[in-house]
């Protein structure tokens, strides 16, 4: 099965608080897992991604968090900021084709 | 990373009508896909492009609807034949430089089918 679901749908967090987001596979064929952020109007950009043989991978206030026995891994944002308002996808991939989970809009107030 | 421009950027079509959309990378890339996102949806995955060969199509999705050429490394058509409402999408091209490399996405085609 190619799903990855991804939850919450939709997030709001205070500025300084810490933004997470998790995602759940099923298919252990997947060996890539990125995160991606959208902006309205604007086509996903790559945040980070992590591969299968690490448990954990960060760029600055950005951390991946991966647990291959339990098929699943999160995407933390510390320090959140109103900038950091946007949609969320992380996605897997098997032989370069990604599949996405269904997003999540994140809100970082004031 | 590779700049990718897609074009058009949007475009409001008639029912039964075709509309081609062109994706330039301004660097060689081993790997191009595009994809359709349904207004505030998830991304799916329609193909990969595949330089001088037919695309590879994922599951519900077939050449004679979405018709793709990459005559090179650096540039991939989309077309979508026959356009009906439900075609309203947001279209977008990706490239990647290896397998399971990073990709990267365009800005994407905003279409509208009247």
């Known amino acids: 099965q190619q799903q990855v679901k991804q939850s919450p749908q939709s997030l709001i967090v205070q500025k300084g608080g810490i933004s997470i987001i998790n995602c759940a596979y099923e298919n252990t064929a997947f060996d890539y897992f990125p995160w991606y952020q959208q902006f309205p109007g604007k086509g996903p950009a790559l945040l980070i991604a992590?591969?299968?043989?690490?448990s954990e991978k960060k760029e600055g206030r950005f951390t991946i968090s991966f647990n291959k026995s339990a098929k699943q891994f999160s995407l933390h944002i510390m320090d959140s900021q109103p900038g950091d308002s946007a949609t969320y996808f992380c996605?897997?991939?098997?032989?370069?084709?990604?599949?996405f989970g269904t997003g999540t809009r994140l809100q970082v107030t004031l | 990373s590779a700049v990718i421009s897609q074009k058009p950027s949007r475009d409001i079509c008639q029912r039964g009508t075709s509309l081609t959309i062109q994706c330039q990378v301004d660097?060689?890339?081993?790997?191009m896909f595009w994809y359709r996102q349904q207004p505030g949806q998830s991304l799916t995955l329609i193909a990969t492009a595949n330089q001088g060969s037919e695309a590879t199509y994922e599951s519900g999705f077939v050449i004679d609807k979405f018709p793709i050429s990459r005559p090179n490394l650096t540039f991939s058509t989309l077309t979508v034949s026959n356009m009906s409402p439900e075609d309203s999408s947001i279209y977008l091209c990706?490239?990647?430089?290896?397998?399971?490399?990073?990709?990267?996405f365009g800005d994407g085609t905003r279409l509208s089918i009247l």
């Open positions: 990706s490239v990647g430089t290896g397998l399971n490399q990073p990709q990267h």
């Open positions: 660097s060689q890339v081993t790997m």
């Open positions: 992590i591969r299968p043989d690490v």
């Open positions: 996605a897997a991939s098997t032989a370069s084709k990604l599949t």
